[in-house]
């Protein structure tokens, strides 16, 4: 269920819209060794080694050993190596990649600052590292009635985005704290015009999320799907979230 979430995932062209931010702030070239932390899927691990060729790899950790076996079960034959491992703490040597795509992880963690130390540790002196980001503060909704809206967002900010649900916005200023120059920080707003678009990346308005996921009082998920679906025939439903992509240059 994890790996079908996060195929469908990617395949959306707001998050692939994100994703080429993403690429162009990184710049990868070839022959670069490359850092996907926290993989998942593998996908983006498998664009980065298409660029880097031959003469570079791409090394993916990510902490599932499931969705690890899954992204070897999806490799493509290009120059990846896939690894189990925890971002916080990585079992890699110290200046042994040009650099690091970390993208909506740090959410996740415990310690996002460590990670990200953890990422600056095993890139080279001049590498970049790029973090992408989700700043769930920013998910908005328009063509339901606004104070339903309200109620179900209070109830659904616990059982639906992670704890860190700020961590895109913090990203440039952990960057700053971390010493890295060069920083660039794009904000990319998601827009969703129908439910159904919605639904792959925003699990709230997913009909196929169960009740008891929700944690909700009796009836307000089924009166806000309600509300969801009827703003859908109407043309009338809009959701938007923010996305950020920061990227840095390691000193020395």
Avoid at 24 to 39: I, K, N, Y
Wanted: charged residues 20%.
């Amino acid at each position: 269920m994890v790996l079908e979430v996060l195929v469908a995932m990617g395949r959306h062209p707001e998050i692939q819209r994100v994703r080429r931010v993403g690429y162009d702030s990184l710049r990868p070239t070839a022959g670069q060794r490359l850092l996907d932390a926290g993989s998942g899927a593998g996908d983006v691990a498998r664009l980065l080694a298409a660029t880097v060729g031959g003469d570079g790899d791409v090394l993916a950790v990510d902490y599932s050993a499931s969705l690890t076996a899954a992204a070897v079960d999806r490799h493509d034959g290009s120059n990846v190596r896939y690894l189990t491992g925890d971002v916080s703490a990585l079992d890699l040597p110290d200046d042994c990649v040009d650099g690091v795509w970390c993208e909506r992880v740090l959410q996740h963690v415990d310690d996002a600052d460590r990670a990200i130390g953890e990422m600056i540790r095993v890139t080279r002196p001049g590498g970049r590292i790029c973090l992408i980001d989700t700043d769930w503060d920013s998910l908005a909704f328009d063509g339901m009635p606004a104070g339903l809206g309200e109620v179900v967002l209070a109830h659904v900010r616990g059982n639906f985005t992670p704890r860190q649900h700020d961590m895109g916005r913090t990203l440039r200023r952990r960057l700053v704290a971390s010493g890295l120059s060069r920083l660039t920080a794009t904000p990319v707003t998601c827009f969703f015009g129908t439910p159904e678009s919605a639904a792959v990346v925003l699990p709230m308005v997913n009909p196929q999320v169960p009740e008891e996921v929700w944690a909700t009082p009796p009836g307000l998920r089924d009166e806000w799907l309600a509300c969801v679906e009827a703003a859908g025939a109407s043309g009338t439903f809009l959701a938007v979230l923010t996305i950020w992509v920061v990227t840095g240059t390691v000193p020395g």
